[in-house]
T-cell receptor, first 112, second 115 residues
Framework: DQQVKQNSPSLSVQEGRISILNCDYT??????FLWYKKYPAEGPTFLIS?????DKNEDGRFTVFLNKSAKHLSLHIVPSQPGDSAVYFC???????????FGTGTRLKVLA | EAGVAQSPRYKIIEKRQSVAFWCNPI?????LYWYQQILGQGPKLLIQ????????DSQLPKDRFSAERLKGVDSTLKIQPAKLEDSAVYLC?????????????FGPGTRLTVL
């Protein structure tokens, strides 16, 4: 049972354009969501997060949007840079069960 | 600030052999996590410690996996005996407090190949 899904395994975007990475979840009890970025041979690094009581959080070029009714969140990167090329994981936290659930990841390639 | 350290970085073993991984979290971090990441999948939480106590190990295959965190600092994860399906990257992470809102810091991982 995959409670957190990233249906696009890969995405290619031109440098300077917007990258939109999507994540869907099934468990309405998730109350905190995070995005991590992972380069090859490194561990994931935290990027941005959002509480379930908000619908948007912005940090520089990165914005996360949360649509609770659709159980959907997205990460927008504007403008995209070649250094953004990595695998992006969304993760959800359930404070009732103390569990983190990660999605399967989306590989972003930003073309120069 | 030093990051999360893990060793070894790579390990190749035969099935039915034993293997152990070591993790040194960021100094002062109370919470430590072990994840298994199989190729093409996201990290799956195996066990989480709060200081030296286990908070959740519901997804740890306890017939072959064990983990400990002595003195609430370093941690070891052991597999005995290993199976082919244990081939994965084993990630250790730590956070200063317990809870989803606290940022987890990941180590580089140990890539295990079971032949």
């Amino acid at each position: 049972d995959q409670q957190v899904k990233q249906n696009s395994p890969s995405l290619s975007v031109q440098e300077g354009r917007i990258s939109i990475l999507n994540c869907d979840y099934t468990n309405s009890m998730f109350d905190y969501f995070l995005w991590y970025k992972k380069y090859p041979a490194e561990g994931p690094t935290f990027l941005i997060s959002i509480s379930s009581i908000k619908d948007k959080n912005e940090d520089g070029r990165f914005t996360v949007f949360l649509n609770k009714s659709a159980k959907h969140l997205s990460l927008h990167i504007v403008p995209s840079q070649p250094g953004d090329s990595a695998v992006y994981f969304c993760a959800a936290w359930n404070s009732g069960t103390y569990k983190y659930i990660f999605g399967t990841g989306t590989r972003l390639k930003v073309l120069a | 600030e030093a990051g999360v350290a893990q060793s070894p970085r790579y390990k190749i073993i035969e099935k039915r052999q034993s293997v152990a991984f070591w993790c040194n979290p960021i100094s002062g971090h109370a919470t430590l996590y072990w994840y298994q990441q199989i190729l093409g999948q996201g990290p799956k939480l195996l066990i989480q410690f709060q200081n030296n106590g286990v908070v959740d190990d519901s997804q740890l295959p306890k017939d072959r996996f064990s983990a400990e965190r002595l003195k609430g600092v370093d941690s070891t994860l052991k597999i005995q005996p290993a199976k082919l399906e244990d081939s994965a990257v084993y990630l250790c992470a730590s956070s200063s407090a317990f809870g989803g809102t606290d940022t987890q810091y990941f180590g580089p991982g140990t890539r295990l190949t079971v032949l």
